[in-house]
């Protein structure tokens, strides 16, 4: 990551620095392949992809279907072990983990919000976040009906996802993957099942929250109605990354 332009006051000249701390708490990849299949066979989902992501930007990935956006997802977050390169999340290199390591450090590093927001259909909307409290052992630095009220939930915390809309389960699948305070948030088609007010709505919500937290988020998604709210976009087309000028 570099940090803004400053200009020397006797040269005039603006320069840029590599702010080290923020280069370890972001999520980068580098030369990442991911391959399935043998000989004639094998296919490249990802295609020698290079990826930054710093501490609070939200960059969307948007692409064709089949193009290799879930596979990203899934390696960038250690779910998925890539062929070859470097996946490091806060400094941490992920390739080279035992599965043992990998699966605790993504626990208390890596955030994850679903589709549909995958929430435990008998949990209230707090109980949802003070499960993930108890699943890692330790108190989130942010209360939880502290992150529900940052999402505009807080009215609703005794609601089951069953007597919630859409974009609420979304605000409470959000609330709850920023309860382990992760360096890295993976975000997979948010406004899928939303209409245009609240698929806004929702990924405004995201960008406030990737900006006030400090995480590094990425988003995939075909709605290119919301990209106004990102900090970045990148193409993804037959498993290769490139910028997408605005």
Do not use: W, Y
């Amino acid at each position: 990551m570099t940090t803004p332009a400053r200009t020397d006051r006797a040269t005039g000249t603006a320069t840029t620095t590599v702010d080290p701390a923020a280069e370890r708490q972001g999520l980068t990849l580098r030369d990442v392949v991911l391959t399935f299949g043998d000989g004639d066979d094998q296919v490249a989902a990802l295609d020698h992809v290079d990826l930054d992501v710093a501490p609070g930007e939200l960059v969307a990935v948007v692409g064709p279907s089949g193009a290799g956006k879930s596979s990203l997802l899934a390696v960038a977050g250690g779910l998925t072990r890539p062929t070859s390169g470097s996946v490091r999340v806060a400094g941490t290199e992920l390739v080279g983990l035992s599965s043992r390591a990998l699966a605790t450090f993504r626990r208390d590093n890596v955030g994850f919000v679903f589709q549909s927001g995958n929430l435990v259909p008998a949990l209230t909307a707090i109980d949802q976040l003070r499960l993930v409290e108890k699943i890692t052992g330790r108190r989130a630095a942010t209360a939880p009906l502290a992150l529900l009220d940052a999402v505009g939930m807080a009215e609703h915390a005794d609601r089951r996802p069953a007597r919630l809309s859409g974009g609420e389960r979304q605000r409470v699948g959000i609330a709850r993957a920023l309860v382990a305070s992760p360096s890295v948030l993976l975000v997979d088609e948010p406004t899928a099942a939303l209409d245009r007010r609240r698929s806004h709505e929702i990924v405004e919500l995201l960008a406030r929250e990737t900006h006030q937290f400090g995480v590094a988020t990425v988003m995939v998604t075909h709605d290119h109605d919301v990209l106004t709210h990102c900090d970045r976009v990148v193409e993804m087309t037959d498993g290769r990354l490139a910028p997408v000028q605005s």
